[in-house]
């Protein structure tokens, strides 16, 4: 990496422009979700650490990451410790098959989209066009609201495993391809970036400058 700091926070600051691709959309999204306080510090580090030549022509940093802080931070699941392991081996140039991969994310990703998902805004869009649509129709403005809040529940809690299957469904056999091949192009098309915010979505804001460190510190284990 031989740009300069200030050309690395401009590319990190146009999604996908930073070299490699798959770094470059993980480090935009992270850098986009941590605090504004602190996102150009941790830019900073980030480029002074991928100065030091940290292998990043493989998916070994990922691995690391995901074993040693994205998955523990999801909890403690048997689930997440089986693709823990997995990761771990990855690390160790210890890949496993595809479809190994698949069923071990299968779980994780359904987990993942489900605590992602948006319930507050989802049951209160839901409520809103159910009551308004009772109260054009006749029921009385207690009623409507009623009827509302019971489309809302049966209507949010129908979406969010519908989401997660459609997201899990649509992620998981990329995912494993790339994991399985080592393929840091195929990685970089699963959209990391997005990946990632899920993540940070599930865990909730808190979570993200622990995600971003946790990042360093795989980068870091990589260095030559």
């Not at 306080?37 to 580090?45: G, P, Q, S, Y």
């Not at 098959?97 to 299968?106: C, F, G, H, P, V």
């Amino acid at each position: 990496m031989t740009t300069a700091p200030e050309d690395f926070l401009s590319a990190l600051r146009n999604p996908g422009s930073a070299p490699p691709a798959w770094l470059g959309r993980l480090a935009t999204a992270l850098h986009e979700e941590l605090p504004t306080d602190t996102r150009d510090d941790w830019a900073a580090r980030l480029h002074t650490l991928l100065g030091a030549g940290p292998d990043t022509g493989t998916l070994r940093a990922v691995h690391i990451w995901h074993a040693d802080t994205v998955l523990p931070l999801l909890g403690e699941d048997p689930v997440f410790a089986e693709l823990g392991a997995l990761h771990r081996d990855a690390a160790h140039s210890k890949v496993a098959d595809q479809d190994t991969w698949r069923t071990a994310l299968t779980p994780v990703l359904l987990h993942l989209y489900d605590a992602a998902y948006d319930r507050t805004s989802a049951y209160a869009e839901a409520h809103t066009t159910a009551r308004d649509y009772a109260l054009a129709n006749g029921f009385s403005a207690t009623e409507a609201d009623t009827y509302g809040h019971e489309y809302a529940r049966l209507s949010s809690d129908a979406n969010a495993p519908a989401c997660a299957e459609a997201h899990a469904e649509a992620v998981g056999p990329a995912l494993a391809r790339a994991y399985a091949s080592d393929g840091c192009e195929a990685y970089a098309d699963t959209y990391p970036g997005a990946q990632l915010r899920a993540v940070a979505r599930a865990l909730g804001v808190v979570s993200v400058t622990r995600l971003a460190e946790g990042f360093l510190s795989a980068l870091e284990a990589c260095r030559p």
